[in-house]
C-alpha cells in the first residue's frame, strides 16, 4: 500500500504589483509537493495557457489590471494562493502656466497645437491674477505630444 500524496503547500505567495502600462509584470509563486499543476486567475476568471508556477505580461494594459490568484493542485488535493493585484501607476505630467501682471488684472490664457496658424488658439482658462504668479494647469496636456500657450492679460 501506498502513502497518500500530500497537498501541496505555498511557500511564497505571489506579491502586488504596481507598473507602468506597456511594462512587463510576472508573477510567481513557490509551492511545495510532488506533481504539482499550476492554473491562473484574474478576477476569479481563468487565464486560459497560464499554467506555470510564474505568470509573465509582456507589456501590462488596463485590461490585465485585478486580482491574480494561482490555484496548485496534485493528487492529495489543491490550495489557492492569497490575492495579488496588478496596479497600473502612470504618471501623467500637466502643462502649469505662469501668469504674470498686475493683481486684479484679468487674463485668458489660450493653447494651440499649430502656432503658425493664427486661427488655432483655443481658450483653455480665463480669470483674475490675485497671485504672482497665478498658475493655470492644462489637465488635458497629457493627450498631446505638444502644446502651445500665449496669455493675454485683458
Do not use: C, H
Not at 480669470?127 to 505630444?145: E, M, Q, R
Request: overall charge negative; hydrophobic content about 40%.
Amino acid at each position: 500500500m501506498t502513502d497518500p500524496v500530500p497537498a501541496p503547500v505555498i511557500t511564497t505567495q505571489p506579491q502586488t504589483l504596481i507598473v507602468g502600462t506597456g511594462s512587463a509584470a510576472t508573477f510567481a509563486v513557490v509551492a511545495e509537493g510532488q506533481d504539482l499543476t499550476y492554473q491562473w486567475f484574474l478576477n476569479g476568471e481563468e487565464i486560459k495557457g497560464a499554467n506555470q508556477s510564474v505568470y509573465a505580461l509582456a507589456a501590462a494594459s488596463s485590461a490585465d489590471s485585478g486580482t491574480y490568484t494561482v490555484k496548485v493542485s496534485n493528487e492529495g488535493g489543491e490550495v489557492t494562493s492569497q490575492p495579488a493585484s496588478l496596479w497600473l501607476n502612470d504618471l501623467l505630467m500637466y502643462a502649469g502656466i505662469n501668469v504674470y501682471g498686475p493683481i486684479g488684472a484679468e487674463f485668458v490664457v489660450e493653447y494651440t497645437l499649430t502656432p503658425g496658424d493664427p486661427k488655432s488658439w483655443q481658450e483653455l482658462s480665463k480669470g483674475v491674477i490675485n497671485t504672482l504668479p497665478t498658475v493655470v494647469i492644462d489637465y488635458d496636456s497629457p493627450k498631446d505630444a505638444k502644446r502651445f500657450y500665449r496669455v493675454i492679460l485683458k
